[in-house]
């Protein structure tokens, strides 16, 4: 069975890292479901490098235990607010994350 990532985590989100980058950041509020997800193995900087179409090595990927958390951190394709930027604050970039499938 595998369920997306939208229905079992407590957010997902992104946010400005600066006007150059934008960090992603997926966290759990029960640390049972947290350690599950974390054994499949999916949430991994390769995946994150895919969703956004960027080379692996150009992921900051950071899994953070005691926040039941990750966190990654990519170039923006257009600095903040520059001439075609449509998402100043970086606070729509998240969309690509929920539909991740997880098999528990």
């Known amino acids: 069975m595998t369920t997306r990532l939208k229905d079992i985590a407590k957010a997902c989100k ?3 890292a600066g006007p150059f980058h934008v960090t992603l950041d997926i966290m759990f509020d029960d640390a049972a479901l947290f350690e599950r997800v974390r054994a499949t193995g999916v949430i991994r900087p390769e995946l994150i490098a895919s969703l956004y179409h960027v080379p692996v090595e150009q992921v900051q990927f950071t899994e953070y235990r005691p926040a039941l958390a990750w966190k990654a951190t990519i170039a923006r394709r257009i600095p903040s607010g520059a001439v075609g930027d449509t998402d100043v604050y970086g606070a729509q970039q998240h969309a690509p994350l ?4 997880i098999p528990l």
């Open 14 to 16: 992104s946010k400005n």
């Open 98 to 101: 929920l539909d991740i499938e």
